[in-house]
């Protein structure tokens, strides 16, 4: 359970609402990532940590800035998309070498 997750994606939740003006819900977060509401809901309220493929989409679907994104993966314990893709281009250039 992760209660700075759970803050965290509440608070994009919150800028999602006054964006579109009307509650961004588990439901319609949930139907905007391909998830069900039930795993949406456990995800916003803190007792689950989605994996990176679903945070990724739940980060997506809320509109996250480059910061909100790493912030909410680092949170789950994630690196965020940036670093895996720089790792992931460190690797290639240790192994072509």
Same mark, same amino acid.
């Given at each position: 359970?992760?209660?700075?997750?759970?803050?965290?994606?509440?608070?994009?939740?919150?800028?999602?609402?006054? *964006?579109?003006?009307?509650?961004?819900?588990?439901?319609?977060?949930?139907?905007?990532?391909?998830?069900?509401?039930?795993?949406?809901?456990?995800?916003?309220?803190?007792?689950?940590?989605?994996?990176?493929?679903?945070?990724?989409?739940?980060?997506?679907?809320?509109?996250?800035?480059?910061?909100?994104?790493?912030?909410?993966?680092?949170?789950?314990?994630?690196?965020?998309?940036?670093?895996?893709?720089?790792?992931?281009?460190?690797? *290639?250039?240790?192994?072509?070498?």
């Amino acid at each position: 359970m992760s209660t700075r997750l759970s803050r965290l994606l509440n608070e994009a939740r919150e800028r999602k609402s006054e *964006k579109i003006g009307r509650e961004y819900t588990s439901y319609r977060l949930a139907k905007d990532s391909g998830t069900t509401q039930s795993y949406a809901y456990r995800g916003l309220n803190g007792t689950i940590i989605p994996g990176r493929e679903i945070l990724l989409k739940w980060c997506n679907a809320l509109e996250c800035t480059d910061k909100e994104r790493s912030d909410i993966f680092h949170a789950a314990g994630y690196l965020s998309p940036e670093e895996m893709e720089a790792l992931e281009e460190e690797e *290639k250039h240790h192994t072509a070498a």
